[in-house]
């Protein structure tokens, strides 16, 4: 069974930090690049960031670059996304998600058809 278990969100103050963590598990981690994607209340599904473990390529949405920073843990099939200087408009279920690493490129990244495996979500919640 593929599971994808998102840990770390929460309530944080505008300026703060938060590490999310996803745990994979039911496939063969390194043939898949995993990532992160976020959903606002009333907005659509946006790409936040993604790695493929096996190139060590990441990519991140334009809105996040320079704040969030994307690792992985292969021997834990495991992928963090560590999030600084977080805004209210960060404010988001996140979830993470699995895609065929041989989909992905710097534009397919995001691309919400091409994700094989969703997480359950994790609440993230920036106050101002």
């Known amino acids: 069974e593929v599971q994808l278990v998102e840990s770390g969100g929460g309530l944080v103050q505008a300026g703060g930090s938060l590490r999310l963590s996803c745990a994979a598990s039911?496939?063969?981690?390194?043939?898949?690049?995993i990532g992160w994607f976020r959903q606002a209340s009333g907005k659509e599904r946006e790409g936040v960031s993604c790695?493929?473990?096996?190139?060590?390529?990441?990519y991140y949405g334009d809105s996040v670059k320079g704040r969030f920073t994307i690792s992985s843990d292969n021997a834990k099939n495991t992928v963090y996304l560590q999030m600084n200087s977080l805004k209210p408009e960060d404010t988001a279920v996140y979830y993470c998600?699995?895609?065929?690493?041989?989909?992905?490129?710097?534009?397919?990244?995001?691309?919400?058809?091409?994700?094989?495996?969703w997480g359950q979500g994790i609440q993230v919640t920036v106050s101002s």
């Open positions: 998600v699995a895609m065929r690493r041989d989909w992905v490129n710097a534009v397919s990244w995001r691309v919400v058809s091409l994700v094989d495996y």
């Open positions: 790695v493929s473990s096996s190139t060590g390529f990441t």
């Open positions: 039911g496939f063969t981690f390194d043939d898949y690049a």
